[in-house]
């Protein structure tokens, strides 16, 4: 009996995990890049800390062409191992949305089993299955997998930190592993930073005599050793300009001149801000079914702690304890913004699973024992949430665009790489450049990206691309971020001619109309985005206009135009082919 009930929970497991395979990994390189990914991922290509950020520079912008060698060991906004594993795959894939979304997939799925291994560890085997399942459908976890953000990469390493923390009560040699856990957790990103309070709270409380224990002290210093390149990237920089990197100058009440405008941060500045937000951007980024769960099983445990308090804080120790810290971190310095909430996300899933344990506790009421009625009614309701939950997530990043109402079957987070027709325009771009070399680059800003620009033309060269004489013009409306991965990474990294209409216009007005004709270029690509794509907050509508007017008082029509997944026009592109 026990063997079948070891295989249930295996066939129940590998379900789990297929499910969220599924959800994570279908069509992932669809939908356009329009989140802070391509912040990351943009840098991740060459491991180059400058992404066109005009409000927030970098000390390779500060400091060129004599660029000290202490740079390369970190950014100046973040640690380095997201940038260096997205820099891998997308060697390995190309440089695509699929190729630097993919870690992101594969941590989100090993993170379902990490939550199921916590889960065991704490209340045995159904609970392990009943976090897992939730963790795998639920709609925040699935587009933080499916997105090049640095929160998947957060999540799986706090939830391996942990794993590797319980571990460690019974074998004290896996503190050493767990520093190299928190080690590379901190080179992720420095919201992981708040995983040394919850330990240190939890082995205060129940821990203290492992604080004599070697192996936590050699673990300690596996763990400074691992984030030592960052920390002497804040050395070096500290040295050199004054102050710290962007989040740890803001941290420490810096606030450099460099860094005046401050993205991200400015949304909630004050900690009544932070705090009022936190519950409408839950339910934002959350299904409103996953809350309920959760709110039933929060309302479950003050029952359980009125009535058998000793044991119902036994059973939820470490978990309060996680939550209240990272409440703390959220409220008090970063905000409740999707990312941060996400870090919420699997231990609200165990603590609904923890909590269902004491549906499966034996009671006896008038002599009859009404545990398999609760046990019943519960399944009943994981059963429906689970199905419902998957619709959801499906709904939300699955289809190409989602149906019903907003928040009752569909997520907000859905915008997060939602199918404007950008994607369109990056498969376009991909097609013109491919197999191909630019026959002419302009002349970089910065001597860094000229050597950039060296190395990328030789090596095109070196491997037999066609050279074409082609200059690509767009329209300043464009949304900033899909321009960066789109148009900017091509001209960065690729050295090719690509530049917004008001620059093109200047270089006509300042060298005559034929200056590009003069220049060698025998194809000018314009592009102009329609009302259909979002596009940036700024004042510059009427330099686009003005130049599609003068090219269609010219003769011109649309060379092409794109459409995005419902066949909305979303780009008119022209073409002029140059005659000298």
Not at 53 to 76: C, M, N, R, V
Not at 174 to 182: F, K, N, P, Q
Not at 493 to 501: C, F, G, K, L, R
Request: with cysteine; glycine share 6%.
């Amino acid at each position: 009996m026990l063997h079948d009930s070891k295989k249930i929970y295996r066939v129940v497991l590998l379900s789990i995990l297929l499910l969220a395979t599924l959800l994570r990994l279908w069509s992932l390189g669809s939908g356009d890049t329009l989140s802070d990914e391509v912040l990351y991922s943009f840098r991740a290509i060459g491991m180059l800390d400058f992404d066109e950020a005009g409000d927030q520079t970098t000390p390779l912008e500060w400091l060129d062409p004599f660029i000290p060698s202490w740079t390369k060991y970190s950014f100046h906004d973040h640690p380095p191992l997201v940038f260096a594993v997205q820099h891998v795959f997308m060697r390995v894939f190309g440089e695509t949305p699929f190729a630097f979304r993919l870690p992101s997939a594969l941590l989100g799925i090993a993170s379902v089993y990490l939550l199921y291994l916590i889960g065991k560890y704490l209340s045995g085997e159904q609970v392990g299955l009943i976090a897992a399942a939730l963790l795998g459908v639920t709609v925040n976890h699935v587009v933080i997998s499916r997105l090049g953000l640095q929160e998947a990469y957060v999540i799986f390493f706090l939830l391996l930190a942990v794993f590797l923390f319980f571990a460690a009560e019974r074998n004290k040699k896996m503190y050493v592993w767990l520093g190299g856990a928190v080690g590379l957790a901190l080179l992720t990103k420095y919201t992981t930073g708040v995983l040394i309070p919850i330990f240190l709270t939890y082995m205060l409380l129940f821990r203290r005599r492992d604080f004599c224990v070697r192996y936590v002290w050699i673990g300690a210093v596996l763990a400074a050793l691992l984030f030592s390149p960052v920390l002497y990237y804040n050395l070096k920089l500290y040295q050199a300009v004054g102050h710290f990197d962007f989040q740890i100058s803001y941290l420490v009440w810096q606030n450099p001149e460099v860094w005046s405008v401050q993205p991200g941060k400015e949304e909630f500045p004050t900690l009544a801000a932070r705090a009022a937000a936190i519950f409408p951007n839950l339910l934002k980024f959350n299904s409103w079914i996953f809350l309920a769960l959760f709110a039933g099983s929060s309302i479950a445990f003050i029952v359980s702690l009125a009535k058998h308090t000793k044991e119902t804080l036994r059973r939820h120790t470490f978990l309060l304890i996680t939550l209240f810290w990272l409440l703390i971190i959220i409220i008090g310095i970063i905000g409740p913004s999707m990312r941060f909430l996400a870090m919420l996300t699997p231990f609200l899933a165990l603590g609904i699973a923890v909590t269902s344990r004491a549906l499966h506790t034996p009671t006896r009421v008038g002599g009859v024992d009404s545990s398999a009625r609760h046990r019943n009614w519960f399944e009943v309701v994981i059963a429906v949430f689970l199905l419902f939950e998957i619709l959801y997530s499906s709904n939300s990043q699955i289809l190409p665009y989602p149906k019903g109402p907003q928040l009752w079957t569909w997520s907000v987070v859905r915008y997060e790489n939602y199918n404007w027709g950008y994607h369109e325009l990056d498969e376009w771009m991909r097609e013109k450049t491919d197999g191909r070399m630019p026959a002419l680059a302009f002349e970089p800003k910065y001597h860094f990206i000229g050597e950039i620009h060296k190395k990328a033309l030789a090596e095109a060269e070196r491997a037999g691309k066609e050279p074409y004489p082609a200059l690509f013009v767009y329209d300043k409306n464009i949304a900033s971020i899909p321009q960066l991965w789109t148009l900017d990474r091509l001209q960065i990294y690729h050295a090719w001619p690509v530049i917004p209409a008001d620059t093109y216009l200047t270089f006509l007005r300042d060298n005559g109309a034929d200056y590009f004709e003069r220049a060698g270029f025998k194809e000018i690509y314009y592009i102009f985005p329609t009302k259909n794509v979002p596009w940036k907050k700024t004042n510059l509508t009427d330099i686009g206009m003005k130049l599609e007017e003068g090219l269609t008082k010219d003769g011109l029509k649309p060379y092409t135009t794109l459409e995005n997944k419902r066949n909305d026009e979303t780009f008119r592109i022209y073409r002029r082919i140059v005659q000298l």
